[in-house]
């Protein structure tokens, strides 16, 4: 990536505004105001953007000048860039009329995060030590969504579709990814195995009453098998931890919404 000086004169030049949340990736002084930047011969727009901190999967839209231009748009001297970012997607209702729920490729610092979207039923694709070219192809080659805090990870040209992970709390963590993708529809709590990422199962009590706890016996009616690793699942604290959660993610959503519909 070519290396972006201030603009002097007779450098061709452009100038970045960014929106919205993209200004969570951009440094201090450089939030309020217009950015110019000396642009490089052939140089694309996806490189000077990212230049600045702004990883190109959050983005969904920039203009030249006020025209819509893809990530390779060549700058030119005295161009007007204008950089938008993802908002949260739009709900797509499937013939169930609950949507094609989003795929995860979740990186390795986000184990706690993985576990709570296996855990609301998202496909979630997670292993501690994956490298990071190992991550960006799965996401690539899936079509799943990668969810990292690493922004340079961000930027690898294969990966189309992600969201650069704010918060270092996995609660908040959740609340982000649930809001961003608009979750609350289409998660299925109690849907996957937290271990493996297997679709859990039903199975009847009597079959596995050997393998639990003696309050859960008394205590659980409903239980869940993972087929793939043997696991097994019932409605604990864990739980209802996580329906809390999740309901606490909609409830932000809900009133978020409230709020931009109150200013209209
Ligand atoms: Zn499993």
């Avoid at 005295?78 to 729920?101: L, M, Q, S």
């Avoid at 793939?228 to 931890?241: A, F």
Wanted: with cysteine; aromatic share 6%; glycine share 10%.
């Amino acid at each position: 990536m070519p290396e972006l000086t201030s603009g002097s004169a007779g450098t061709a030049a452009a100038e970045f505004r960014f929106h919205g949340r993209l200004h969570d990736f951009l440094a201090p002084g450089l939030r309020d105001a217009p950015i110019r930047r000396a642009v490089a011969p052939r140089q694309t727009v996806k490189d000077a953007i990212e230049a600045l901190g702004v990883p190109h999967p959050e983005v969904e839209r920039v203009t030249a000048n006020g025209r819509p231009v893809g990530f390779g748009y060549r700058l030119r001297d005295g161009d007007e860039i204008a950089v938008y970012p993802a908002g949260p997607v739009p709900e797509r209702p499937g013939p169930t009329g609950h949507g094609d729920a989003p795929r995860f490729v979740v990186d390795g610092h986000l184990g706690r995060l993985a576990a709570y979207l296996r855990a609301l039923g998202f496909d979630t694709w997670y292993r501690i030590h994956a490298p990071d070219q190992e991550l960006a192809q799965r996401a690539a080659a899936d079509d799943r969504l990668l969810l990292t805090r690493d922004r340079g990870l961000l930027k690898r040209s294969i990966v189309r579709q992600g969201y650069c992970v704010r918060s270092d709390r996995p609660a908040e963590q959740l609340a982000e990814v649930v809001r961003r993708f608009r979750l609350v529809e289409s998660a299925r709590p109690f849907g996957r195995c937290l271990r493996c990422n297997g679709l859990l199962e039903r199975i009847d009590a009597a079959l596995v009453v050997d393998r639990l706890p003696p309050r859960v016996q008394h205590e659980q009616r409903e239980f869940r098998h993972c087929p793939d690793c043997d696991g097994l699942y019932w409605k604990g604290s864990h739980y209802e931890r996580m329906l809390r959660l999740l309901e606490a993610s909609g409830a932000g959503l809900a009133s978020r919404q409230q709020t931009s519909a109150d200013r209209r």
